[in-house]
């Protein structure tokens, strides 16, 4: 296996990467293209899953949007989701016109804010033969009303409104936290903060910082909307069913009453970050893995 920092184009910006080749490939290789979730930089554990994907017989494409981490920028730290979308879908372009790559086998791959990405990709790109989806954003709002509560959220958008006016005449961005435990962030839960600080030890690129801005965009964000049209695509979901970022029941939700098969859900005990360094990571990896290698190793031989 080797790994090699690229960079591909999207919208006429560069999003650095990282691509994963097996060893010894003797014919193009099915795909997984990956990305962070809310703020988040490749180098904060993606690297596992990358792995022992790689390890497993697929090209791996990991990138950072635009904007964050060594990618490039033209709006620091601002998260826009169907920007962060149109990234993902530029990096299938990209990772497609590889020889080492079947383009008939193009998997996806997203956690968290991203999961929410995958869930919009494979409803509308159906260049994308797999996805799995884990602990994912099914609709910003919702998930901000339990996190922060119906007053402190209804408080937060008179805020975020006084601050597009402020941006309508002066031009410039203001800024918040990610995390922080004395001051209000875009994640205002203790286990994201403790989590956020130890990611940042081995993701030196990733800032605690996103624009206001951004929070609007959470907040009209529903991926729910393109759940029931994934179909025919495999579709897998994981949930942590101690998860204080997204709920759960949300996610199962989505799963129940709007995906069509084939479709699984996985259902995993512990909480949102579990997955990345915990005790669940065993579980979720495996799970992505077996799904993947079920529908997109399996899907040239149909």
């Given at each position: 296996m080797k790994r090699e920092s690229v960079t591909f184009n999207s919208e006429g910006k560069f999003c650095a990467a990282w691509l994963y080749v097996?060893?010894?490939?003797?014919q193009p290789a099915p795909a997984i293209v990956m990305a962070h979730g809310f703020s988040l930089v490749k180098e904060a554990y993606l690297d596992r899953y990358a792995d022992m994907f790689c390890k497993n017989g697929f090209v791996v494409l990991v990138f950072d949007y635009r904007n964050f981490g060594e990618s490039e920028s033209d709006k620091p730290q601002h998260l826009e989701p169907y920007e962060q979308i149109k990234d993902y879908r530029n990096a299938i372009t990209w990772?497609?016109?590889?020889p080492e790559v079947n383009a008939e086998q193009i998997g996806?791959?997203?956690?968290?804010?991203?999961?929410?990405?995958?869930?919009?990709?494979?409803?509308v790109d159906k260049r994308v033969k797999a996805v799995v989806a884990q602990v994912p954003t099914i609709n910003g709002r919702k998930g901000a009303a339990r996190k922060m509560g119906t007053e402190q959220l209804a408080n937060f958008v008179h805020q975020l409104e006084s601050y597009r006016a402020s941006r309508y005449f002066t031009g410039e961005q203001q800024m918040m936290p990610v995390v922080s435990l004395d001051e209000p962030s875009a994640q205002p839960h203790p286990d994201a903060f403790e989590w956020f600080m130890r990611a940042s030890k081995i993701a030196p690129n990733w800032k605690n910082e996103?624009?206001?801005?951004?929070?609007?965009?959470?907040?009209?964000?529903?991926?729910?909307?393109?759940?029931e049209f994934i179909s025919p695509t495999p579709l897998l979901m994981i949930a942590a069913m101690e998860d204080g970022i997204t709920p759960p029941d949300l996610i199962i939700e989505a799963y129940?009453?709007?995906?069509?098969?084939p479709k699984k859900l996985l259902q995993l005990p512990g909480g949102h970050f579990d997955v990345y360094d915990g005790f669940t990571f065993d579980q979720a990896s495996e799970g992505a893995l077996q799904w993947f290698l079920q529908h997109l190793v399996v899907h040239i031989a149909k």
């Open positions: 097996p060893d010894n490939l003797n990772v497609s016109a590889l996806i791959w997203g956690t968290s804010y991203s999961g929410g990405h995958v869930l919009h990709i494979a409803a996103i624009t206001f801005e951004s929070m609007e965009h959470y907040l009209e964000y529903n991926p729910a909307s393109f759940v129940e009453d709007w995906a069509n098969e």
